[in-house]
């Protein structure tokens, strides 16, 4: 059974910095493109970051230079480091993992305001 657990978000002020982590668990971790998504309510979920298994990376618009994933295959886990954060980064964020199908978290709430 895949399993992936996401932690780390929490309430954060303009300007400061958050890690994000996503151990999964029941999956050969190494094989999957590993992503972080975040959602408004009201609104689509978007992409914020993605890492492929050769750790090639790519990244929203509003979160280049800002943010950045890695992953630990070692530990199966995916992080993602959020610096600079702005009010507008507030949301759930999800982390997710794809090979032939497509899991999800449960989310973390991230909330920046003053």
């Known amino acids: 059974q895949v399993q992936l657990v996401e932690s780390g978000g929490g309430l954060v002020q303009p300007g400061g910095s958050l890690r994000l982590s996503c151990v999964a668990s029941?999956?050969?971790?190494?094989?999957?493109?590993m992503a972080w998504y975040r959602q408004v309510p009201g609104q689509q979920r978007e992409l914020v970051a993605s890492i492929s298994k050769g750790m090639n990376t790519n990244y929203g618009d509003s979160v280049k230079g800002r943010f950045t994933i890695s992953r630990d295959n070692t530990e199966n886990t995916v992080y993602l480091q959020m610096n600079s954060l702005k009010p507008e980064d507030t949301a759930v964020y999800y982390c997710n993992a794809r090979y032939i199908s497509s899991t999800w978290g449960r989310g973390t709430q991230v909330t920046v305001s003053s």
């Open positions: 029941g999956i050969t971790f190494s094989d999957y493109h």
